[in-house]
């Protein structure tokens, strides 16, 4: 069976890990950078329809040791990339390079492409053309101590752009890294959640398709293998059955959702958004510092302000801190790009989880309120 790999953003590969666990499939197991599987050929058209957690899907196509750059185009060379791409499709070659004797990653794809598109010039007498920004086959080559594995990319674009989000705020929240927050905060997809900052409302989104069992990848057009050589009329027949199986097992389960924001213009791109994603949730315009703790305990999990792409000032912060320790019994979860943040809370959180969002580093806190 062929060997799948889920990339994972840095810290979140033990919840890649239980969800990929969660949704069948077969011998995964823990890995940095992302969790290793196996599978039928449908189990990767599978996972890039149902992971919310992935970056990508990859399907390993060879190991081989390689020391140099002719052992590296031999190696590249044995492996049938013509089942997979012709001279008339578009190619892109993608390198990380560590520990080993060919060190310049640029050099590495490059060795690798001149191989692949060799293969395909000897069996067609043509070359395929390279594409670095939407090509019909990605290969990726992962070389580490002098060992070379090549990669196919069945995801094509990368796996979090669902299609729903035509909109966002400021500083959009990537839709895989939100579905991570939710499985590490300890949300159990019944408790009443709410995002008091919810910006364009990813997080309110993507807790809605979670409890709802809807897969997130029903809403992509297509994806990378669709495009390759080998994808014929009976593959295309077999997918269209498996969308249909994702769409019957979405069981329409509607915990209450809560999306606030206290900037109007941004609640209503979070309007918009969830009406594309096909899910209902409550929105207010009201700021956090109006939350009242009546009712019964909820989960609370937000992205506040932070950093250099949003800024709060320390009054707020501290009101908003305040306000998160009148909070009794919630769980809250909180990404903060700032240490200003845990420091206007002021109580120590039950975890904290090193995340990074876009181009900064963050800390997920996540508190249990006594």
């Not at 990537?174 to 939710?182: Q, S």
């Amino acid at each position: 069976m062929p060997e799948f790999y889920a990339s994972a953003i840095q810290n979140t590969e033990s919840a890649l890990c239980d969800e990929l666990r969660e949704l069948g499939f077969r011998s995964v197991r823990l890995n940095r950078g992302g969790i290793p599987f196996r599978g039928e050929w449908s189990e990767g058209w599978r996972a890039c329809l149902e992971s919310r957690i992935a970056q990508r899907i990859l399907v390993v196509m060879g190991r081989n040791p390689v020391s140099d750059a002719d052992q590296l185009y031999e190696a590249a060379r044995e492996i049938p990339w013509t089942d997979y791409l012709t001279s008339q499709q578009t190619l892109s070659v993608n390198c990380v390079a560590v520990g080993s004797a060919l060190r310049h990653s640029g050099f590495v794809a490059l060795r690798v492409k001149d191989a692949i598109v060799d293969q395909v010039r000897d069996l067609e007498g043509e070359r395929p053309s390279i594409d670095r920004e939407d090509p019909d086959v990605r290969v990726f080559v992962y070389l580490a101590n002098n060992k070379a594995t090549f990669y196919l990319d069945m995801s094509g674009q990368p796996l979090h752009l669902r299609g729903y989000r035509e909109k966002s705020g400021d500083a959009p929240l990537r839709e895989n890294l939100a579905a991570a927050i939710l499985r590490m905060s300890g949300w159990d997809q019944k408790t009443p959640l709410i995002d008091p900052m919810c910006g364009s409302g990813t997080l309110a989104i993507e807790a809605a398709q979670w409890a709802a069992r809807l897969a997130p990848g029903l809403s992509r057009d297509r994806f990378g293998f669709e495009r390759w050589n080998n994808f014929d009329e009976d593959m295309m027949q077999s997918l269209r059955q498996l969308r249909g199986e994702l769409r019957a097992a979405a069981t329409g389960q509607k915990p209450s959702i809560v999306a606030r924001d206290n900037d109007g213009e941004v609640l209503d791109i979070a309007k918009a958004n969830s009406r594309i994603a096909g899910v209902q949730l409550s929105f207010k315009n009201q700021s956090i510092l109006d939350l009242q703790s009546d009712g019964p305990a909820r989960t609370l999990v937000t992205n506040p302000p932070y950093g250099k792409r949003l800024s709060s000032d320390d009054e707020f912060l501290g009101k908003m801190g305040a306000v998160i320790r009148r909070l009794h019994g919630w769980r809250v979860a909180i990404l903060s790009g700032s240490s200003n943040i845990e420091r206007a809370i002021k109580i120590p959180p039950v975890n904290s989880i090193p995340l990074v969002n876009g181009d900064l580093d963050c800390q997920l806190l996540i508190y249990q309120i006594d």
